[in-house]
């Protein structure tokens, strides 16, 4: 998000998830909210990230 420039929300609106499921996926490990980043989640958060440093 940093990266980016990017709020929480409005880097989940980026990739359409709701605020609350990118909180859930990046809380830390082992706490009560915390869900694992579906893989591709992984997967098109990453072509977002190589998309942008192309376009740098």
Avoid: C, H
């Avoid at 009560?32 to 998309?51: G, Q, T």
């Amino acid at each position: 998000m940093a990266i980016l420039g990017m709020t929480r929300a409005e880097f989940a609106q980026r990739i359409s998830v709701p605020s609350k499921t990118l909180d859930k996926w990046l809380a830390p490990a082992g706490t009560s909210d915390f869900r694992n980043m579906p893989d591709v989640v992984w997967a098109y958060v990453r072509e977002i990230l190589d998309w942008t440093k192309k376009r740098a």
